[in-house]
């Protein structure tokens, strides 16, 4: 393993970085490699305690694996960097289910998959690196080649995933429903999952965006979603976190008027930061939609609404980006203008949604479920990033050996944008290939650090 970084930073200096990183094909692979990994052994540790009391720190370990073998269509690459997504939280607490029974249904699948049916799983569902190896059949990726990955698994022998890969029966995500994730020093993807790395950016920065930037290009762009327009006002939860923090920036790339709900003063200056005028912090104003566990508020909605349109000038949301689920959905539903929309993700405060009905059918609103993005939407989604009109949102990072730490802070919402994760870089700002166009743009990719 060391050969291999010590390959990838001669790159660092070189005037060719191109030839340098080519030569890896002529290095061996690794029999094992370190990747954080839950065990099956330590699926019921947190059993019979609350959610927020379960710690990803005591679940996720770093840990020796074997290196597995390629399968057709296959890549195996140098992970240089990784993120935290809420995936890997919920892996880690083994909730809603523990991800050992998703490896369990994915190894019946073939004698391939079998290789992900083990008592460790390799977590983590972004990441930046360079192919080492390609299986057969791999065209259009090759040794050397700087890289991102998405994390949208799909096999494709079914017709249903034609028309849209997200509807492939056998569409999983990569390091949460399948095994060998982003979160270790090497990964194992399909190959088409990877995409360009973008040249300006460091190994942690384009590390970040993929699931999360994704998920919101599909939420609020495509046409598998809002399909949002410019003029659109679209209401938008944790507008600085990991994934609000690039709905805010499509939306204003869109010519759209985001209304950014935070829960913090530091938030809402992001936001601001970002370009959004229309902030609500949700915390100083005192919004509370529940009036205990099982009773929700309406007149919480009604103040909600009104707030919104007093920052609008009278408007309703035509688009309101949901992710927090339980909490907010009841308030999301009757904020959204008539024959609005409200796209949903992710619930990460809860599942099951609860909402008055009446303000969904009679006002005609729709509610459009929506999951990760397709190959064609992430790539569109990365090149954003690589033109500069999407920037990352980290704020941290850390080396592999704290990702417990990374993924509790996620947990508890002691974070801003993304948390990142060092795998095998060293440290942080390695793997800028274009300096000039990043000058350009310095301040925005920096915005979210150190917050």
Request: proline share 5%.
């Given at each position: 393993m060391q050969d291999i970084l010590e390959a990838i930073m001669a790159a660092e200096e070189s005037n060719d970085p191109d030839r340098e990183l080519a030569g890896l094909a002529r290095l061996p692979v690794p029999e094992s490699y370190r990747g954080v990994v839950v065990r099956a052994e330590e699926a019921r540790m947190f059993d019979g305690m609350a959610t927020r009391d379960k710690d990803p720190r005591k679940a996720l370990h770093v840990q020796e694996v074997p290196t597995p073998e390629l399968a057709p269509g296959e890549a195996l690459i140098a992970v240089m960097a990784s993120a935290i997504n809420y995936n890997t939280v919920w892996t880690s607490i083994f909730e809603p289910v523990s991800t050992f029974k998703f490896l369990q249904r994915y190894g019946r699948l073939s004698e391939l998959t079998r290789r992900h049916d083990l008592p460790y799983h390799v977590v983590g569902s972004d990441a930046a690196g360079v192919v080492l190896r390609t299986g057969p059949g791999v065209t259009r990726w090759a040794p050397g080649d700087e890289v991102v990955a998405h994390c949208l698994s799909v096999e494709l022998e079914d017709a249903a995933g034609h028309d849209d890969t997200m509807l492939d029966p056998q569409q999983r995500i990569w390091g949460f429903e399948t095994n060998f994730g982003g979160l270790a020093e090497l990964a194992v993807v399909k190959a088409n999952q990877l995409m360009p790395k973008p040249r300006h950016l460091s190994w942690e920065e384009a590390a970040s965006p993929g699931l999360v930037n994704s998920t919101a290009y599909r939420q609020l762009v495509s046409h598998h979603g809002a399909n949002m327009k410019q003029g659109d006002v679209v209401l938008i939860w944790g507008a600085s976190g990991g994934l609000g923090g690039y709905a805010t920036q499509m939306a204003l790339n869109g010519g759209a008027i985001p209304v950014c709900v935070v829960s913090s003063p530091e938030k809402a200056e992001l936001c601001r930061k970002m370009g959004a005028d229309l902030v609500i912090d949700r915390a100083a104003e005192g919004f509370r939609f529940w009036k205990d566990e099982e009773t929700q508020d309406p007149d919480e909605w009604k103040r909600l609404g009104e707030r919104i349109r007093e920052l609008t000038g009278g408007e309703d949301p035509d688009i309101v980006f949901e992710h927090p689920?339980?909490?907010?959905?009841?308030?999301?539903?009757?904020?959204?203008?008539?024959?609005?929309?409200?796209?949903?993700?992710?619930?990460?405060?809860?599942?099951?949604?609860?909402?008055?009905?009446?303000?969904?059918?009679?006002?005609?609103?729709?509610?459009?479920?929506?999951?990760?993005?397709?190959?064609?939407?992430?790539?569109?989604?990365?090149?954003?990033?690589?033109?500069?009109?999407?920037?990352?949102?980290?704020?941290?990072?850390?080396?592999?050996?704290?990702?417990?730490?990374?993924?509790?802070?996620?947990?508890?919402?002691?974070?801003?944008?993304?948390?990142?994760?060092?795998?095998?870089?060293?440290?942080?700002?390695?793997?800028?290939?274009?300096?000039?166009?990043?000058?350009?743009?310095?301040?925005?990719?920096?915005?979210?650090?150190?917050?």
């Amino acid at each position: 393993m060391q050969d291999i970084l010590e390959a990838i930073m001669a790159a660092e200096e070189s005037n060719d970085p191109d030839r340098e990183l080519a030569g890896l094909a002529r290095l061996p692979v690794p029999e094992s490699y370190r990747g954080v990994v839950v065990r099956a052994e330590e699926a019921r540790m947190f059993d019979g305690m609350a959610t927020r009391d379960k710690d990803p720190r005591k679940a996720l370990h770093v840990q020796e694996v074997p290196t597995p073998e390629l399968a057709p269509g296959e890549a195996l690459i140098a992970v240089m960097a990784s993120a935290i997504n809420y995936n890997t939280v919920w892996t880690s607490i083994f909730e809603p289910v523990s991800t050992f029974k998703f490896l369990q249904r994915y190894g019946r699948l073939s004698e391939l998959t079998r290789r992900h049916d083990l008592p460790y799983h390799v977590v983590g569902s972004d990441a930046a690196g360079v192919v080492l190896r390609t299986g057969p059949g791999v065209t259009r990726w090759a040794p050397g080649d700087e890289v991102v990955a998405h994390c949208l698994s799909v096999e494709l022998e079914d017709a249903a995933g034609h028309d849209d890969t997200m509807l492939d029966p056998q569409q999983r995500i990569w390091g949460f429903e399948t095994n060998f994730g982003g979160l270790a020093e090497l990964a194992v993807v399909k190959a088409n999952q990877l995409m360009p790395k973008p040249r300006h950016l460091s190994w942690e920065e384009a590390a970040s965006p993929g699931l999360v930037n994704s998920t919101a290009y599909r939420q609020l762009v495509s046409h598998h979603g809002a399909n949002m327009k410019q003029g659109d006002v679209v209401l938008i939860w944790g507008a600085s976190g990991g994934l609000g923090g690039y709905a805010t920036q499509m939306a204003l790339n869109g010519g759209a008027i985001p209304v950014c709900v935070v829960s913090s003063p530091e938030k809402a200056e992001l936001c601001r930061k970002m370009g959004a005028d229309l902030v609500i912090d949700r915390a100083a104003e005192g919004f509370r939609f529940w009036k205990d566990e099982e009773t929700q508020d309406p007149d919480e909605w009604k103040r909600l609404g009104e707030r919104i349109r007093e920052l609008t000038g009278g408007e309703d949301p035509d688009i309101v980006f949901e992710h927090p689920g339980r909490e907010t959905f009841g308030a999301s539903v009757y904020v959204a203008r008539r024959g609005g929309t409200i796209v949903t993700c992710a619930s990460t405060s809860g599942f099951q949604h609860q909402y008055d009905n009446r303000y969904l059918w009679m006002h005609l609103k729709r509610i459009v479920g929506s999951h990760f993005a397709n190959y064609h939407e992430a790539w569109q989604a990365n090149r954003l990033v690589a033109l500069g009109k999407v920037h990352p949102t980290v704020s941290r990072t850390y080396p592999l050996e704290q990702t417990g730490q990374a993924a509790y802070e996620v947990h508890r919402n002691a974070h801003q944008g993304k948390v990142g994760v060092r795998c095998l870089a060293p440290t942080d700002g390695l793997g800028v290939r274009d300096g000039e166009f990043r000058a350009r743009h310095e301040d925005a990719i920096n915005r979210f650090r150190g917050h």
